[in-house]
């Protein structure tokens, strides 16, 4: 089984509705981050989380909301739903500020 | 502002020749340096890490070099393969910070 997992795959939603984007992972990490990439360009980082009561804004927060229930889950929301949200979406893990990251598989997400 | 610039945006070459892409940061105190291959629609993997200390890294056909003074790096990759053709991150870690800085990438394509 892969060691970061995310939910959905996929997902086509509307604009203005709300939709949450899950990550779970069984590598033992305490830090967690999400991230979103558009076509052609790099990976921004949206919300990082050290633990389960430490939660930080990334280079690109606005619109989005984090929940990190557990050491192992860690969600993102995006609250009212907009087009230019459209982009592929990663969860990543790592034990350690600087050490090496595992992402998931990623969520394709389209909001029309 | 720390930041990590890499060269060139994209590189298209023939199966079986070589090729190296760079990476220049501003990222301080470093911690150390990585470079992360991502295929299509997949989740960064990574591929080396280097600590200030290492001029040079290998895995397989993959080659780092590290330059701390310069505060370059380059990754150079031999006998390309189809297999090859993937975006290649380098991301750079600070002691201060409890997350990394990555790079746009450099999208690759290895032709027949």
């Known amino acids: 089984d892969a060691d970061v997992t995310q939910t959905p795959r996929n997902r086509i939603t509307k604009t203005g509705k709300r939709i949450m984007l899950e990550c779970s992972q069984t590598?033992?990490?305490?830090?967690m981050y999400w991230y979103r990439q558009d076509p052609g360009l790099g990976l921004r980082l949206i919300y990082y989380?050290?633990?389960?009561?430490?939660?930080n804004k990334g280079e690109i927060s606005d619109g989005y909301s984090v929940s990190r229930q557990a050491q192992a889950k860690f969600s993102l929301s995006l609250e009212s739903a907009i087009p230019n949200q459209t982009a592929l979406y990663f969860c990543a893990t790592s034990d350690l500020g600087g050490g090496e990251q595992y992402f998931g598989p990623g969520t394709r997400l389209t909001v029309t | 502002k720390n930041q990590v610039e890499q060269s060139p945006q994209s590189l298209i070459i023939l199966e079986g020749k070589n090729c190296t892409l760079q990476c220049n940061y501003t990222v301080s105190p470093f911690s150390n340096l990585r470079w992360y291959k991502q295929d299509t629609g997949r989740g960064p993997v990574s591929l080396t890490i280097m600590t200030f200390s290492e001029n040079t890294k290998s895995n397989g056909r993959y080659t780092a070099t590290l330059d701390a003074d310069t505060k370059q790096s380059s990754l150079h990759i031999t006998a390309s393969q189809l297999s090859d053709s993937a975006s290649y991150i380098c991301?750079?870690?600070?002691?201060?910070?409890?997350?990394?800085?990555f790079g746009d990438g450099t999208t690759l394509t290895v032709k027949p």
């Open positions: 989380s050290f633990d389960v009561k430490d939660i």
């Open positions: 991301v750079v870690s600070s002691f201060n910070a409890g997350k990394s800085t």
């Open positions: 590598k033992g990490h305490d830090r």
